[in-house]
């Protein structure tokens, strides 16, 4: 699902959140975890042994792409309550549109006795409770379902060692398509943390509105959940080494993802949520808590297939396919045009409230 991802573009276009979010950004652009000097960033080794095994789509001489989202694998909850919308939508409307039948027949649409005045009513009325029903589900309800029913399957990311540029592949709501320069990139700093502190943990990037034609900042949660902190700096390192020195620094990936939804790599994301559990060898405990909560683990894993097979494949716009072919251009980074202006900040006509009453 798209949560978080969702819900750190809110907070910063919301109007009601940006005032609070202007004093959180200060304080994330200040954190020691995010690494300051972009230069150092991309050019100093954070591991000896890169590797993107498990997160990486596509891999070639000119671009890898990986995958992206920090709760992808949490979808399948929401797809319920979008399946019951829809159940109870579909019966409302199917009785709405049978009662009405009297506009055509002439008749009550059970018992077959002529209609009288009061059938003609209700089928109004019917009609305009099921309206408000639709209007309701399209202006409330669609926040919550869009977060993984109705949209791209996967979030993606693609580096491209030609352009430099970073490709952010995102749903509408949660930012869009960005592009972002490679040299700008600030990488969380987990180098030297013990192995167990980022167990279960992504590789996060960032970009920082540090420049005026950035006005956002921009959070990407990178490849798989890590078993340890080694392995977030050997997929930093696979990356980096890639931009930096090429192809052939980095080992060829032993096996792409697939970008088919077949049901068992469902059942292996129900089961993900045991992985640092098994990695720490717990594993009797880890086949007795499957075995109990396999009933539960089932509705998961068929609530997470349906969920998939609701959304599309996302594609990129084709100046991104064709980016680093020979004479082909190069993408325009994103700018702040890209975007609706920042909400103005909430306090901004008490002042004047003020001035007034003083005046008085």
Known sequence: MYWIEWMLWYIQTSYRESENWQKKLEKILASDRLQKSKKSITQSKASETPSADGSIYEFNDCY??????????????????????????FSFASFTLTFNEVWITGAYYSTKRPANIGDYITGLLLITFVSC?????????????RLENFVQRRMLIRFNRMTRQVYLHRPRFAGGITIFDWDQVSAEAVIGEEEYANIGRKLILSWGPTMPELPHLHVVFVGKRADGTSDITNLWEFIRRYMEEGPQSVPAPRELLGKTPW????????????KPLWRARLRWQVGCIVALASPAL?????????????????????????????GKPVPPLSTAADWPPLPKEINERKPLRQAGRRSR
Do not use: D, K, N
Not at 314 to 324: D, K, Q, T, V
């Open 298 to 326: 089932a509705v998961h894993a068929l609530g997470h297939w349906i969920s998939l097979l609701l959304c599309w494949e996302p594609r990129w716009p084709r100046i991104i396919r064709e980016a680093g072919l020979p």
């Open 64 to 89: 890898i792409e990986l995958s992206a989202g920090e709760s992808q694998e949490r979808r399948g909850v929401i797809t319920y309550s979008t399946l019951a919308i829809a159940y109870f939508l």
């Open 133 to 145: 029903l639709f209007w309701v589900v399209l202006r409330y309800a669609r926040i919550l379902i």
């Open 263 to 274: 049901p068992w790599l469902s059942v292996m994301a129900s089961l993900s949520f045991f």
